[in-house]
């Protein structure tokens, strides 16, 4: 009997609502989690594209965001030797000993480096999510590496197809997506001021049936002032809203069309044809032959 209340105490606690600061409810938990990025893939190479993608941000967020922590080690692996003979000279080798033991219990204790991203496990086919950590931010990421895909038509990936960005994510239930989409709209209103924009909401769905695809756009619309319009062919800002089972995706960007919604795989192609790319020159062309391109590219 005491299991079986146990059991039901444990029930009503997962189903019981909590709320955010702004009186907005929380449900549940999730094991995708933003903000992240997510990839569409070929078929079967699911596992190959999570490797591709990891190379990919990891040297898109080292330009980004430099690590602060691999400048101090370097400057201090060089300055290390110098001052402790230094200390040598001075203070003697009691002293010396000390402090090389310090510095070496220091160095055991340091922290491990977090990775920037991390895989999680979709179990879909064709879908992959890379969650990131800061400072990383996936839309500044995403729409850096499509404007460098755009120049030089090399995406750096073989399997990769679209990617989108999340700035961040929640539950599927309508109030959590309003609440989010309401925070993440804020800069832009900010942004524009009293001057008008267009907008649209992209909205894709992935193996979820609960939402009802009109009404939750009606929702997501009532966040935006009335003043400004939508606009179904070429609007100024696009909100990305993403819905994979049970998790929602939000973010924000510019120019998505211009940018062929994102589909690295679509740009580096049309890219090639048009700047006529030889055999063997294709999306994965080496950085050598990139930097040989360069020049002819600026003239």
């Not at 079967?44 to 080292?62: C, H, R």
């Not at 750096?156 to 309401?182: D, G, H």
Request: glycine fraction near 6%; charge should be negative.
């Amino acid at each position: 009997m005491s299991e079986g209340g146990k059991r039901k105490g444990d029930a009503r606690d997962r189903t019981r609502k909590r709320f955010r600061s702004d009186g907005t409810p929380i449900w549940g938990q999730r094991s995708i989690d933003g903000p992240g990025i997510w990839a569409t893939c070929v078929k079967g190479k699911e596992k190959q594209t999570v490797g591709e993608l990891y190379d990919l941000f990891d040297a898109l967020a080292n330009e980004l965001w430099p690590k602060a922590d691999a400048s101090s080690e370097a400057t201090g692996g060089t300055q290390g030797p110098s001052n402790e003979s230094d200390d040598d000279d001075d203070e003697g080798d009691l002293e010396d000993i000390e402090k090389q033991i310090a510095k070496e219990v220091a160095t055991m204790k340091k922290p491990r480096k977090e990775q920037r991203f991390a895989n999680a496990q979709t179990n879909t086919p064709c879908v992959v999510f890379i969650s990131c950590k800061p400072p990383v931010d996936p839309v500044k990421l995403v729409i850096t590496h499509i404007q460098n895909v755009m120049k030089t038509g090399i995406s750096q990936t073989r399997f990769t197809q679209r990617l989108t960005p999340v700035a961040t994510s929640c539950p599927t239930n309508t109030p959590e997506i309003v609440s989010l989409c309401t925070r993440l709209m804020t800069p832009i209103l900010e942004e524009y001021g009293d001057k008008t924009f267009s907008y649209k909401i992209e909205l894709r769905m992935r193996n979820h049936n609960t939402l009802k695809r009109p009404a939750l756009v009606q929702e997501l619309a009532k966040c935006i002032p009335e003043k400004h319009k939508v606009d179904l062919e070429n609007p100024d800002v696009f909100i990305l809203v993403e819905i994979f089972k049970s998790v929602c995706g939000v973010s924000v960007v510019k120019d998505y069309y211009k940018m062929q919604k994102f589909n690295v795989m679509e740009i580096a192609n049309a890219k090639q044809e048009e700047d006529g790319f030889k055999v063997g020159e294709g999306r994965l062309e080496t950085k050598e032959s990139t930097q040989i391109e360069t020049p002819s590219e600026s003239q």
